[in-house]
Every structure is written in structure tokens, then in C-alpha cells.
């Protein structure tokens, strides 16, 4: 099992940054695929970005490509999300979350596909 902590929201004027983290406890983070997704207040959680295990493959969901950069450091069993160009569109809690995928060249951009979750972390964009 994976346990993940979110960290790095915060308030944001519109067109600021954020870097997001998702640090991973317990063994084998590397053999995980990662995914952000988000969930804004009277919505759905809703698909972000997706990593596989090495990095090689990345997706993103069309509202955030170009501005958003997912990646990982599986030496310090960390996930990223790098966020520029933030619009109030993006406010949202955070979450990331993991299946065990190994080796496997993808990704996915499925919320029922994951196995594990953060708690989340709130990002707050100002207009």
C-alpha cells in the first residue's frame, strides 16, 4: 500500500503559479501510475493530469493542457504538479491518487481506476 500527503495550495491571483506535491509513504512508489484530479464545491471530482510509472507518459485533461506539468521523482517518492497561468476556473481542492500499474507505458485518466487518495489540498485563485 501507498499512503499520500498533498502539500503547496495556497490563494493565487490569476495568472500566478503553484507547484503542488504529493509525497508517498510506504514501499514501491515507482511501481505506481499517479494522477491529479480536482474537485471544486457543487461539482464532481474531475480528471487533472496522469503520469506513468517512469515519467515517460503524461496526459492531461484539455482545461489545464499547456499550463500544467505533472512529474515525478521516484528517488524521493514524490509527484508534482506544476501549475502556471492559474484562472479562477482552476480553484479547486487537489487531490492525487495512485494505482499499481508496473511498468506499464500509461497512465490513466479513469477516477474509478485509482486505489489509493490524498486528502487534498485547496487552491484558491483570486480574479
Known amino acids: 500500500q501507498v499512503q499520500l500527503v498533498e502539500s503547496g495550495g495556497g490563494l493565487v491571483q490569476a495568472g500566478g503559479s503553484l507547484r503542488l506535491s504529493c509525497a508517498a509513504t510506504?514501499?514501491?512508489?515507482?511501481?505506481?501510475?499517479m494522477g491529479w484530479f480536482r474537485q471544486a464545491p457543487g461539482k464532481e471530482r474531475s480528471f487533472v493530469a496522469t503520469i506513468n510509472w517512469n515519467g515517460i507518459y503524461t496526459y492531461y485533461d484539455d482545461s489545464v493542457k499547456g499550463r500544467f506539468t505533472i512529474s515525478r521523482d521516484n528517488a524521493r517518492n514524490t509527484l508534482f504538479l506544476q501549475m502556471n497561468n492559474l484562472k479562477p476556473e482552476d480553484m479547486a481542492v487537489y487531490y492525487c491518487?495512485?494505482?499499481?500499474?508496473?511498468?506499464?507505458?500509461?497512465?490513466?485518466?479513469?477516477?474509478?481506476?485509482?486505489?489509493?487518495w490524498g486528502r487534498g489540498t485547496q487552491v484558491t485563485v483570486s480574479s
Open positions: 491518487a495512485a494505482y499499481r500499474s508496473v511498468q506499464s507505458a500509461y497512465g490513466s485518466t479513469s477516477y474509478s481506476r485509482y486505489d489509493f
Open positions: 510506504g514501499r514501491g512508489f515507482s511501481v505506481y501510475a
